[in-house]
């Protein structure tokens, strides 16, 4: 799926490069990597923790023919291609079932090992008049990094430090891609998660958790039961199902980030 790849020794962002080389016409399946980062960024603006030479900074341009309420769905795909791969080429090399990992999905795009964040995932649209010009989405994966600011030190993580050794940074990138194509086609065969949504439910982290939905019209708490077809968390609250989009919605543990 990969037409062609820029690599950086350093880049403010690599989902800026995207924006870039697609607004110039870049094609579908450029892919943007970079050992590091000066400006990274997550979700709402946050920054995110691009040491040189430890973690996968990686952003991808997509041109998909699909309506634009449709995009955020990306997202999901993206997490399940990233949790695959990492389970692949983790477990693949295990020597033994002690070494292996379980890299779970906290709803909707983070990917968390043993409760802590290892990868984030940030999705952004470009539209022509109402129809999607392209999409980039950007990959960032903690792979060997050993300590983390002290901000996210609590719930920050890496592949090294659940596992126990380095891994091949460039065998993760090739991974995640051969798995995004699989999901990313199926995603597109129905133009909804239904192909996969068993799939990403028996890896979500928060499922039959209870969880604590901080919306700007109201926190509330409920029991996470999945997912929808379309990627909605739902959310038993004492029987009111709620159905959480994501966007400006975010979910917790109701001890902690997970």
């Not at 800026?16 to 450029?30: D, V, Y």
């Not at 984030?120 to 010009?133: F, P």
Request: hydrophobic share 40%.
């Amino acid at each position: 799926m990969i037409t062609k790849r820029y690599h950086f020794e350093s880049i403010d962002s690599t989902n800026k490069k995207a924006r870039e080389l697609a607004t110039e016409g870049a094609i579908h399946g450029t892919l943007i990597t970079a050992d590091a980062q000066i400006a990274g960024i997550g979700r709402r603006g946050r920054s995110w923790s691009s040491e040189r030479g430890t973690g996968i900074y990686m952003s991808m341009v997509l041109r998909p023919e699909i309506e634009t309420d449709k995009a955020s769905m990306l997202t999901l795909v993206a997490a399940m291609a990233v949790e695959k791969a990492i389970q692949k080429v983790c477990n693949e090399s295990a020597a033994t079932n002690e070494n292996r990992i379980e890299p779970m999905i906290k709803w909707p795009n983070d990917i968390v090992i043993n409760k802590k964040k290892i990868s984030g995932i940030l999705t952004e649209l470009a539209l022509h008049g109402t129809e999607i010009d392209f999409v980039v989405l950007g990959i960032g994966i903690n792979v060997n990094n050993k300590t983390f600011p002290d901000e996210i030190s609590q719930t920050a993580s890496s592949i090294c430090v659940e596992y126990g050794r380095d891994m091949d940074k460039e065998m993760l990138i090739t991974e995640v891609w051969k798995q995004f194509a699989v999901y990313y086609e199926r995603f597109l065969q129905t133009k909804d998660l239904s192909l996969f949504k068993e799939d990403y439910e028996k890896v979500l982290v928060n499922k039959e958790e209870t969880v604590k939905v901080l919306d700007p019209l109201g926190e509330y708490i409920g029991i996470a039961k999945g997912i929808t077809n379309t990627g909605e968390l739902i959310v038993d609250t004492e029987g009111d199902v709620r159905y959480v989009s994501s966007g400006e919605v975010s979910v917790r543990g109701i001890y902690g980030y997970v």
